[in-house]
Antibody
Framework: EVQLVESGGDLVTPGGSLRLSCAASGFTVNSAWMNWVRQVPGKGLEWLALIKSETDGGTTDHAAPVKGRFTISRDHSKNTLYLQMNSLKTEDTAVYYC??????????WGQGTQVTVSS | QSALTQPPSASGSPGQSVTISCTGTNSDVGRYNYVSWYQQHPGKAPKLMISEVSKRPSGVPDRFSGSKSGNTASLTVSGLQAEDEADYYCSSYAGSNIYVFGPGTKVTVL
C-alpha cells in the first residue's frame, strides 16, 4: 500500500527557511515522479515542484512563484522526498502536500503539513 | 490567479446529475489529454477521481465521468449522492513539466 507522510511544517518568520520531508512506503521514491502541491486554507491547489524518476533522468522543475527559493530533492536511502524552502514569504502560508504523479495526474497524496509564515 | 477556470459552485438534488466545467487554453487543456479531476472533502487531502480526461481509477464509482472538447474539460457526476458533496478541482499538464489547477468548484447536494 502506498503511503506518504509529510513532516517539517512549522511557524517561521518571513525570510526564514524550512525543510519539509515526505516519508514514502509501498514504493521507492527513486522510481516515481514526485511532486509538491500546496493549498492556502480555504483556497485552491497550487503545483510547486516535480522530480522525475531516476530512469527518466531525475530532473527537477519548479513553478515560477517558488523558482529560486524552493528546491525539491530526494534521498533514496531514506526513501524520502524533500522540499527546501528559503526566503519564505507570508504568501507561502499553506498546507503542503507530497504527491505522486503518473500520466499527468496525481494519484497518491499525503495528509499534508502546515507551514505558517508570520512575524 | 488560477490558470484554469471553474465555476465557484454547482448543485443538484439527490439522483440528479451535475456537470462542472474547466476551461483552459490551447497551451494546456486544449493541447494535452492530461486533464485530471480531484474530490476534496473538508479537512482531507484531495482524491483523484478522473485522469487522462476520462479514465476512472480503480475504486471510483462509474457515476463519475470526464470529457473534453477544445479548451474545456468537464466532470459529470450522475446519480448524485450525499457523499458527493465536496470541492472538485481540475488539473492539466501545461507543457515543460508544469502543471496547473483550477480554483475549485463547490458541489452542494440539495
Amino acid at each position: 500500500e502506498v503511503q506518504l507522510v509529510e513532516s517539517g511544517g512549522d511557524l517561521v518568520t518571513p525570510g526564514g527557511s524550512l525543510r519539509l520531508s515526505c516519508a514514502a512506503s509501498g514504493f521507492t521514491v527513486n522510481s516515481a515522479w514526485m511532486n509538491w502541491v500546496r493549498q492556502v486554507p480555504g483556497k485552491g491547489l497550487e503545483w510547486l515542484a516535480l522530480i522525475k524518476s531516476e530512469t527518466d533522468g531525475g530532473t527537477t522543475d519548479h513553478a515560477a512563484p517558488v523558482k529560486g527559493r524552493f528546491t525539491i530533492s530526494r534521498d533514496h536511502s531514506k526513501n524520502t522526498l524533500y522540499l527546501q524552502m528559503n526566503s519564505l514569504k507570508t504568501e507561502d502560508t499553506a498546507v503542503y502536500y507530497c504527491v505522486t504523479e503518473r500520466a499527468g495526474a496525481f494519484p497518491f497524496w499525503g495528509q499534508g503539513t502546515q507551514v505558517t509564515v508570520s512575524s | 490567479q488560477s490558470a484554469l477556470t471553474q465555476p465557484p459552485s454547482a448543485s443538484g438534488s439527490p439522483g440528479q446529475s451535475v456537470t462542472i466545467s474547466c476551461t483552459g487554453t490551447n497551451s494546456d487543456v486544449g493541447r494535452y489529454n492530461y486533464v485530471s479531476w480531484y474530490q476534496q472533502h473538508p479537512g482531507k487531502a484531495p482524491k483523484l477521481m478522473i485522469s487522462e480526461v476520462s479514465k476512472r481509477p480503480s475504486g471510483v464509482p462509474d457515476r463519475f465521468s470526464g470529457s473534453k472538447s477544445g479548451n474545456t474539460a468537464s466532470l459529470t457526476v450522475s446519480g448524485l449522492q450525499a457523499e458527493d458533496e465536496a470541492d472538485y478541482y481540475c488539473s492539466s499538464y501545461a507543457g515543460s513539466n508544469i502543471y496547473v489547477f483550477g480554483p475549485g468548484t463547490k458541489v452542494t447536494v440539495l
